[in-house]
């Protein structure tokens, strides 16, 4: 009979690619891996790792026990979902990851909502982008992930994890409240202003340089930073325009003038949890609290925004 967890030691190698980034992320030593990994061959009967140079890789056969062993997990995580749901409280620590616009407007009032809610239930949040989210979701380093998906930028359908919509978040240009940058009414207008924009590598600074090429133009980027509070104190000093989802201002007040872009693009916000652990009342509890705290924070952009007139 193969042993389960030896399993997950094998796909855990598999998806992290290292015996050494194995024991880092489950607290083994690398040896103690190695070990476990042998008595795992011993049991199936065939050779599962090869060496290469100093490190290993897996056999065909080590990727055939790869497969079912993410059915296996899977069925485990289905089974302790309904252990769970058995019980009369929601216990129990869950990790969650994401983007910088969801930490800031909606997951305070979320971890509101569930302390009152759920007291027991320890809730722990770790920023990060989306790919390294989902490889972390997987990997099982966490049990919920944020993520978002721009125009013409789809994210990939990833085996194993099922998602729920959230939200439909607009992007808008945004200008300095006073200067010569603040009376643009289009953005062709601000064709040759400096920008603040996500690296080129990240979705949304791909997608806000993709459409200011559609406009005419190549943005002059002066500031290149994944941080988004800097995009917003670059506007509001005057130094930088740059294109903000709405969610920011659900819970800071708005200095900066909003412009409509062409089309009213938007961005796709959604939850991602491994398919076996979606109906853990833990998760569910976390993305019901989370679409409360979007429904009470629901950011009311001015009218006066609408149509590019100064606000």
Do not use: N
């Not at 989370?290 to 007139?309: C, I, K, N, S």
Request: glycine share 6%.
């Amino acid at each position: 009979m193969l042993d389960v967890q030896r399993l997950r030691l094998l796909r855990e190698l598999e998806r992290r690619g290292t015996l050494a980034e194995v024991a880092r992320a489950l607290a083994y030593s690398p040896s103690a891996i190695s070990q476990q990994l042998a008595q795992l061959e011993a049991e199936a009967g065939v050779r599962l790792l090869e060496r290469v140079g100093r490190g290993v890789r897996l056999t065909e056969q080590a990727r055939v026990l790869t497969r079912h062993a993410d059915a296996i997990l899977e069925r485990l995580e289905l089974a302790e979902a309904d252990l769970a749901a058995s019980l009369h409280e929601v216990t129990g620590t869950l990790r969650v990851a994401s983007f910088q616009t969801v930490l800031l407007a909606l997951v305070p009032a979320t971890l509101t909502r569930l302390a009152a809610l759920h007291p027991k239930l320890r809730v722990e949040i770790s920023q990060r982008e989306a790919e390294p989210a989902f490889a972390g979701l997987l990997a099982h380093d966490f049990d919920v992930v944020l993520g978002e998906e721009y125009p013409g930028l789809p994210e990939p359908l990833r085996a194993g994890v099922h998602e729920e919509d959230l939200a439909v978040d607009e992007v808008r240009l945004a200008l300095p409240p006073t200067g010569p940058l603040s009376t643009a009414a289009a953005l062709a207008d601000v064709a040759g202003a400096p920008w603040v924009l996500d690296p080129a590598t990240a979705p949304p600074g791909q997608w806000v340089r993709t459409l200011c090429r559609s406009a005419g133009f190549e943005p002059d980027v002066r500031f290149d930073s994944l941080d988004l509070l800097l995009h917003v104190h670059l506007v509001e000093t005057g130094h930088a325009v740059a294109v903000l989802p709405d969610l920011l201002w659900a819970e800071r007040e708005r200095r900066v003038r909003l412009v409509e872009l062409p089309g009213r693009p938007h961005r796709r916000l959604f939850t991602g949890a491994r398919s076996g652990s979606a109906g853990h009342p833990a998760v569910r509890a976390f993305r019901t609290a989370l679409r409360e705290a979007l429904q009470a924070a629901r950011p009311a952009v001015p009218a006066a925004v609408q149509g590019g007139t100064p606000s």
